[in-house]
C-alpha cells in the first residue's frame, strides 16, 4: 500500500488510537507515527510495546508537522486538546477525532480549528470492552463501519484523503449528519451500554441472590448481554453527558416497551410475548 498521510499524529493512545497504529504501520500508510497520551505510565507503555515512533511529552510536540492528526481520547476531552494544540497545527493539515457523539464533540473543537485547516469527524464502529494502550490491535476496523460526519463546506479533497485511510485499514465508510449520527448511535450501541451497565448493578443489588452465586452461575444470558459493561467508566460517562437528548429518547421508549412487556407477563398474556419476540427474533436474525 502506498503512504497517505507523511505524519499522523494519535492524540490518546488507548484502544482506538492503539489500533490504527497497529492498522497503518501494518499496511505502510503512515510515513511516521507520533503519539500522545495525558498520563505518563500510558506514554511509558506505549513506548516499551513500540506502539509509535516517537512518544512525545507534549500534545504539541506530537502535532508539529503533522499532516494528519486523530482526537482519540474521551469526548469530554475533545475541546481542552483542541484548544492546546491549536496554535501549533500545520496549515492543510487535517484533524479528525474518533469520538462516539458526533455533535458535541463538533461544538467543542470546531471553534477552535484556525483557518486553513481542515476539520473533518469521524468515529469507527468497532470496539471491546477493552481499553489502553495494550489493548489495540489491527484487524480492529476491518469490515466494520466508520462514518464521517463532515461539516457543511468541508474539503472535498480532505475529506476523501482520509476516506481513503479509512478504507485502507479495512473499514467500510459512509457519511451521515451529525445529529442523526447521534440518534442512530443511541439505539445501536448508547442505549444498550447503559442497559448491561444496569443489569450488573440489578445483580449486585439484590440480597436473596449473592454476588457469588451471579459470577458462578452466570448463564449465556447474563455473560453476553453484560460483557459490554466491563467498558471504561471514563468514556461512557463522557458519552452519557454529551448525547443526552438522544440517549433519554432512546431510553424512554425502552421504558415503555418494558412496562407493556411487564403487563404481558402479569396478565399471563402468551399470545402477547409470543408476537413480541417472533418480530424481534426475525429483526435480530437479520443483523450479521
Ligand atoms: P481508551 O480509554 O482506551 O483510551 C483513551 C486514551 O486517552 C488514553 O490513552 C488516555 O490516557 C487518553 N486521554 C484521556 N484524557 C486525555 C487528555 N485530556 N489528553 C490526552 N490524552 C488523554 O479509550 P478508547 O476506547 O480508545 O476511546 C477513545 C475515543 O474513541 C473516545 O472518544 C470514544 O468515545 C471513542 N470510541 C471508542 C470505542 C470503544 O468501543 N472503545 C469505539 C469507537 C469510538
Not at 23 to 46: K, Q
Not at 103 to 112: E, L, Y
Not at 213 to 232: K, L, P
Given at each position: 500500500m502506498t503512504v497517505i498521510y507523511n505524519r499522523v499524529a494519535l492524540i490518546g493512545l488507548g484502544l482506538i488510537a492503539g489500533s490504527m497504529a497497529h492498522a497503518m504501520r501494518e499496511s505502510g500508510l503512515a510515513g511516521e507515527i507520533t503519539g500522545y497520551a495525558r498520563s505518563e505510565a500510558t506514554r511509558d507503555t506505549a513506548r516499551e510495546i513500540g506502539l509509535c515512533d516517537c512518544i512525545c511529552d507534549s500534545a504539541t510536540e506530537a502535532v508539529t508537522g503533522a499532516d494528519l492528526v486523530v482526537l482519540a481520547v474521551p469526548v469530554g476531552a475533545m475541546g481542552d486538546v483542541a484548544a492546546e494544540i491549536a496554535p501549533h497545527l500545520a496549515p492543510g493539515a487535517t484533524v479528525t477525532d474518533v469520538g462516539s457523539v458526533k455533535q458535541a464533540v463538533i461544538d467543542a473543537v470546531g471553534p477552535h480549528i484556525p483557518e486553513g485547516v481542515h476539520f473533518i469527524p469521524g468515529h469507527p464502529l468497532a470496539g471491546t470492552e477493552h481499553s489502553g494502550?495494550?489493548?489495540?490491535?489491527?484487524?480492529?476496523?476491518?469490515n466494520r463501519w466508520w462514518l464521517l460526519t463532515p461539516l457543511?463546506?468541508?474539503?472535498v479533497q480532505a475529506t476523501d484523503r482520509l476516506s481513503r485511510l479509512v478504507a485502507a485499514m479495512g473499514a467500510k465508510t459512509d457519511r451521515m449528519e451529525p445529529g442523526h449520527h447521534d440518534l442512530v448511535l443511541a439505539v445501536t450501541s448508547h442505549a444498550p451500554h447503559l442497559i448491561a451497565y444496569t443489569m450488573v448493578g440489578v445483580a449486585d443489588h439484590l440480597?436473596?441472590?449473592t454476588d457469588e452465586e451471579v459470577i458462578q452461575y452466570s448463564a449465556a444470558g447474563f455473560r453476553d448481554f453484560t460483557?459490554?459493561?466491563?467498558?471504561d467508566p471514563t468514556m461512557w460517562r463522557d458519552v452519557f453527558l454529551h448525547n443526552k437528548e438522544a440517549t433519554l429518547d432512546i431510553l424512554g421508549r425502552f421504558t415503555e416497551e418494558l412496562f407493556v412487556l411487564q403487563r404481558a407477563i402479569r396478565m399471563g398474556d402468551g399470545d402477547q410475548l409470543f408476537d413480541y419476540f417472533s418480530r424481534t427474533r426475525a429483526i435480530r436474525r437479520g443483523i450479521i
Amino acid at each position: 500500500m502506498t503512504v497517505i498521510y507523511n505524519r499522523v499524529a494519535l492524540i490518546g493512545l488507548g484502544l482506538i488510537a492503539g489500533s490504527m497504529a497497529h492498522a497503518m504501520r501494518e499496511s505502510g500508510l503512515a510515513g511516521e507515527i507520533t503519539g500522545y497520551a495525558r498520563s505518563e505510565a500510558t506514554r511509558d507503555t506505549a513506548r516499551e510495546i513500540g506502539l509509535c515512533d516517537c512518544i512525545c511529552d507534549s500534545a504539541t510536540e506530537a502535532v508539529t508537522g503533522a499532516d494528519l492528526v486523530v482526537l482519540a481520547v474521551p469526548v469530554g476531552a475533545m475541546g481542552d486538546v483542541a484548544a492546546e494544540i491549536a496554535p501549533h497545527l500545520a496549515p492543510g493539515a487535517t484533524v479528525t477525532d474518533v469520538g462516539s457523539v458526533k455533535q458535541a464533540v463538533i461544538d467543542a473543537v470546531g471553534p477552535h480549528i484556525p483557518e486553513g485547516v481542515h476539520f473533518i469527524p469521524g468515529h469507527p464502529l468497532a470496539g471491546t470492552e477493552h481499553s489502553g494502550p495494550r489493548s489495540g490491535f489491527a484487524t480492529l476496523f476491518r469490515n466494520r463501519w466508520w462514518l464521517l460526519t463532515p461539516l457543511p463546506g468541508s474539503d472535498v479533497q480532505a475529506t476523501d484523503r482520509l476516506s481513503r485511510l479509512v478504507a485502507a485499514m479495512g473499514a467500510k465508510t459512509d457519511r451521515m449528519e451529525p445529529g442523526h449520527h447521534d440518534l442512530v448511535l443511541a439505539v445501536t450501541s448508547h442505549a444498550p451500554h447503559l442497559i448491561a451497565y444496569t443489569m450488573v448493578g440489578v445483580a449486585d443489588h439484590l440480597s436473596r441472590v449473592t454476588d457469588e452465586e451471579v459470577i458462578q452461575y452466570s448463564a449465556a444470558g447474563f455473560r453476553d448481554f453484560t460483557r459490554i459493561a466491563a467498558s471504561d467508566p471514563t468514556m461512557w460517562r463522557d458519552v452519557f453527558l454529551h448525547n443526552k437528548e438522544a440517549t433519554l429518547d432512546i431510553l424512554g421508549r425502552f421504558t415503555e416497551e418494558l412496562f407493556v412487556l411487564q403487563r404481558a407477563i402479569r396478565m399471563g398474556d402468551g399470545d402477547q410475548l409470543f408476537d413480541y419476540f417472533s418480530r424481534t427474533r426475525a429483526i435480530r436474525r437479520g443483523i450479521i
